[in-house]
Every structure is written in C-alpha cells, then in structure tokens.
C-alpha cells in the first residue's frame, strides 16, 4: 500500500462505499505502506460485514491496480479494540494521526503522501472521490456509484460538544509531535522523508523478524481506557457475554431449546437463532468475493 495518488483514491472510495452500505461513521483512519489504522463509530452493530466489504473491495481493486494475485491481507484476525471512554478515543485518534511521524516516515503529519483523516476530520469538510478505473470495469459500474462521499465525523450522539472534542484532540496531537520531535533530536534520528516514501518500490518487502514465543503468545487487547473500574466491567461484560454464549451454543447443538444473549452476530444473522434484544440490522449484503 505504499502511497501514491492511485492507491489513495482507491482507499478512499472504498472507505467511503462501505460506511455507506453499512451505516458506519469514520472518526479518524491513516494508511501506511503495510497496514492501516481507522477508528469507527458502529452505533448498529454491522462492522463484522463492514471490515468483511472493505478488506474484500480493497484488496481486489489493490491487486488490479498493481497487477498481483492472490491473497493482499495478512491471515490474521482483524484487530478491533473497543474505545470506552473519551480519553481512550483521544489517545487513539492521536496514535492514528501520529503513526508516519511515529515510524520515522515524515516529520510532520501533512508532509504523510498517503491517507491521513486529522485535516479532514479538524475542518469537518467531506471528500468526494471518483471510482477508481483499473477494477470496475466494464459490467461493473452499475453496481457501485461514478462518485462516492467520504466524511470524517465527531459522532454527535456519542460526543455532543464537537468543538471542545476538536480542541482538545488537536492539543493531544500538537503535545505528541512535540515529544516526537524532541526525541529524534536527542536520538539525533532523521526521518526518512516524503519524496523517499515515494520513491520506495510497492514490492519492496519489509524484512521478516523471526517469531519468538512472545510474539506467538502476546496480548491483543479488546478495551482501551486507564480507568481500572471502567476496564474492569467492561472485561467482565465480555466474559459475562462469553459464558452465556457458550452454553447457548452447546443447548442449540443438542437441539435444546435456547436464548442467545443480545450482541450475538453471525448466528443470529445467518441462521436466524434465537436472539435476546433486537436483531442486528440488515444492510446491503456483500456480492461475491470473485466480482
């Protein structure tokens, strides 16, 4: 995914077809030559099948555009952390926005030649991006629109003060590159710059570290707050939810009669089991993974 004007646009039409057909709002998303980080407000319960037409509508037009096949993303699960309190959201608004100047890329944020959300998201503007050409080609302009809308958003039914949010973000971001910049003088580190980032061939491949029993066994975490309390029942939540699952799933496989608790996704989607609280909303269903 090295950054080019292609493979932004490309990134951004689908972002925006998939918050379209799923109802999602972006908060904040950067792109980086190997990986991306986007934070999202899910108010349906949909970003199983959102991440599931993203990566698949990405990952085909990717492969067009650079002329490859077989698989574009890494195998492993989709890491998805919950956001539970508005410091938790600060903190990883700021990681996102932060992570070319973090990686040595670039010194400041707007010299990122890639997909960087913090000046759309500051001046609330919306970005229309025309459909790429290299993948829908003829027979598929029908299915998806000639221009699609992009808007990084403050969701106002979680974050009703917009401009007291902005500010403080902004603050947060402005503290970081200060401590970054401070660093690389002490370090006496350069970055690498953005005509280099360009200039880096979309094959090269970083190096591959030998997996340790570490890496293997590391933590991924699901909550994101430093407030212990809130941590703690929002961990206790899950595993609450976890249980109940599990010995719903178990009656359901021997044919005993069984509630799901509310938050079930894929059975209570796919195969209409029976479900505590409302279902989860039907949006567009992603085609075929082939067209």
């Known amino acids: ?84 309190d508005e410091g938790a959201l600060i903190r990883e608004l700021v990681y996102t926005f932060t992570n070319p100047v973090t990686a040595l890329l670039v010194d400041e944020i707007g010299s990122w030649p890639g997909v960087n959300g913090l000046a759309r998201l500051m001046s609330g503007r919306e970005r229309r991006v025309k459909r790429p050409r290299k993948f829908f080609r003829r027979g598929r302009e029908e299915a998806l629109p000639e221009e699609t809308v992009l808007r990084r958003e403050v969701p106002a039914d979680a974050i009703p003060d917009r401009e007291r949010f902005l500010a403080r973000l902004q603050r947060a971001v402005d503290r970081r590159l200060g401590e970054l910049a401070a660093y690389r003088a002490r370090a006496g580190l350069r970055c690498l710059g953005r005509r280099a980032v360009r200039e880096t061939s979309w094959r090269q491949a970083e190096e591959e570290k030998p997996h340790t029993k570490r890496d ?24 609450a939810f976890r249980r109940r699952y599990a010995d719903a799933l178990v009656a359901w496989f021997d044919g005993e009669e069984c509630v799901f608790p509310e938050g079930t996704y894929w059975l209570a989607r796919y195969a ?15 085609r075929d993974r082939d067209g």
Request: glycine share 8%; net charge positive.
């Open 216 to 239: 293997r066994n590391g933590i991924s975490p699901r909550v994101a707050t430093r407030d212990v309390e809130r941590r703690k029942e929002a961990l206790r939540r899950m595993g």
């Open 272 to 286: 209409r089991a029976p479900l505590e609280g409302p279902r989860p909303r039907r949006w567009r269903l992603v």
């Open 1 to 84: 995914m090295r950054p080019d004007p292609t493979t932004n646009r490309i990134w951004e039409y689908c972002l925006g077809e998939a918050v379209r057909a799923y109802g999602i709002t972006v908060v904040g998303d950067c792109v980086m030559s190997n990986h991306y980080h986007t934070v999202i407000f899910d108010r349906h319960g949909n970003y199983p099948e959102f991440l599931a037409y993203l990566h698949g509508l990405f990952a085909r037009c990717m492969n067009a555009w650079r002329g490859r096949r077989d698989h574009f993303w890494d195998a492993r699960q989709t890491s998805v952390v919950m956001l539970a």
